[in-house]
């Protein structure tokens, strides 16, 4: 099965106010996507590109959260675009987030150069080759870097983001000196970075959240640890239920 054939599940965020559809056995959110939407701070009537946005959740959150700003995602898998519009539609959001299907490798022949206030991404956490792909296709070009590479999408948000303007990502702890060097390669400067943990006491950060600024000076602040659980096989932590609610 393709596209909306496949089966769907309504999934909520904030009591019910915000329905996600998705595929039951295709690529599905998960918290990752959610924090980034929660780290972004876009200022009133900002212009918002998601990279890679599979069925819309950022955009969805931000679109929430900040109702005068607009969001464009970028996704290269079709079925996702339809998942991601028929989301849009179901959230009466048509007229603040549009979904364009394509490659974000080609951002240059989808987007004008420096046209947004605020680039976002929840990108493919995996190099080809490395741990296990799913064998559920949807879901490993999410998560593997067939696609594209970390360094297509850092070169894909220098290109969309207005001088000065804000790259947020969050990616594996352990590939965070990777990504900062391809940050600064493209002259986007590491302003925040937030260390995502498990639970309180876990020995090492599973995620970092990062926001960069494009030329903008060397200066980065490191944030207190963000708890996604209050304890080992516990309930949410109350930053964690603060988000979600």
Do not use: W
């Amino acid at each position: 099965m393709t596209g909306m054939d496949q089966l769907v599940t309504d999934d909520t965020l904030f009591n019910g106010r915000l329905v996600c559809k998705q595929y039951k056995s295709g690529y599905r959110f998960s918290i990752d996507g959610v924090l980034a939407a929660h780290f972004c701070t876009p200022a009133p009537e900002d212009s918002i590109l998601d990279l890679g946005c599979g069925c819309g959740v950022i955009g969805l959150v931000l679109a929430y959260r900040y109702p005068q700003i607009t969001i464009t995602g970028i996704e290269v898998q079709h079925e996702l675009v339809l998942l991601a519009r028929k989301n849009i539609l179901e959230n009466n959001m048509r007229s603040r987030i549009t979904v364009i299907e394509g490659n974000f490798r080609n951002t240059p022949e989808l987007a004008a150069p420096e046209s947004f206030d605020l680039i976002v991404s929840n990108p493919p956490f995996r190099k080809q080759g490395r741990g296990r792909v799913s064998p559920l296709v949807q879901r490993a070009r999410a998560r593997h870097e067939i696609d594209a590479s970390l360094a297509d999408l850092v070169s894909a948000a220098a290109f969309a983001v207005k001088n000065r303007g804000k790259i947020v990502l969050i990616y594996p702890a352990v590939r965070c000196i990777t990504l900062i060097a391809e940050l600064k390669n493209h002259n986007l400067e590491p302003k925040r970075l937030q260390p995502v943990y498990g639970y309180p006491g876990h020995a090492d950060a599973s995620l970092v959240l990062i926001e960069a600024v494009k030329n903008g000076g060397e200066e980065m602040h490191l944030l207190p640890p963000f708890y996604i659980y209050s304890k080992k096989n516990g309930p949410y932590s109350e930053a964690m239920q603060e988000i979600y609610q």
